[in-house]
């Protein structure tokens, strides 16, 4: 198993340019969510989804969009990039059920927007 | 809603003494307590967790306690060795049914040989 895969690994934007990070995971994993980690910060919830076709807000969504179409994958969008938005980008995916479950992440992607 | 505060920001220790972070958490409903770490540029990866139901729980050299009365939970680790050097991050789940993690802010723990 691959386990949690995050592409692309590195990425430089300008500001106001869009894109989206990939993110997938072979696991059947019902949750995932999207992270950012800023220096002496921690890592911060940006969106999560609990099962395909659900989404919902952490704790820093704006200037980010997500969907789940299928369980596997799980992009985040940066719809018009801001230097704010520089940050190192982790996905992270868990079993679901009544219980928390540990969360598996990603290798990241660091993102500099200039 | 959920706010985890993690002390100390960084910590020095002698190679074999034993290090000790603590965490708060203000949600009385968490009820799931992970740890990870976090080597320079690697991804967080779980080292131990705890259940609301449980006090005290062992892994080796890791042990994680929990107090929910006072609302804290820490981290210890025994003889630690320069392998250990790493950021430590705690979380704490939220009250709802989403399995939302709030982390703390990391304790950058090094071990001087």
């Known amino acids: 198993n691959a386990g949690v895969t995050q592409t692309p690994k590195f990425q430089v934007l300008k500001t106001g340019q869009s894109m989206t990070l990939q993110c997938a995971q072979d696991?059947?994993?019902?949750?995932m969510s999207w992270y950012r980690q800023d220096p002496g910060m921690g890592l911060r919830l940006i969106h999560y989804?609990?099962?395909?076709?659900?989404?919902d807000q952490g704790e820093v969504p704006n200037g980010y969009n997500v969907s789940r179409s299928t369980t596997e994958d799980f992009p985040l969008r940066l719809l018009s990039a801001a230097p704010s938005q520089t940050s190192v980008y982790f996905c992270?995916?868990?079993?679901?059920?009544?219980?928390?479950?540990?969360?598996?992440f990603g290798d990241g992607t660091r993102l500099s927007i200039l | 809603g959920e706010n985890v505060e993690q002390h100390p920001s960084t910590l020095s220790v002698q190679e074999g003494d034993s290090a000790v972070i603590k965490c708060t958490y203000s949600?009385?409903?968490?009820?799931?307590f992970p740890w990870y770490k976090q080597e320079l540029g690697k991804r967080p990866q779980l080292i131990i967790d705890?259940?609301?139901?449980?006090g005290e729980k062992k892994d080796q050299r890791i042990a994680v306690t929990l107090n929910k009365t006072a609302k804290h939970f820490s981290l210890h680790i025994t003889e630690t060795q320069p392998e250990d050097s790493a950021v430590y991050f705690c979380a704490a789940s939220t009250a709802d049914s989403s399995y939302k993690l709030i982390f703390g802010s990391g304790t950058r723990l090094l071990v001087r040989p």
């Open positions: 989804s609990v099962g395909a076709g659900i989404t």
């Open positions: 696991m059947n994993h019902e949750y």
């Open positions: 992270a995916s868990s079993y679901g059920g009544i219980s928390n479950q540990p969360q598996h």
């Open positions: 949600d009385s409903a968490s009820n799931y």
């Open positions: 705890i259940r609301s139901n449980v």
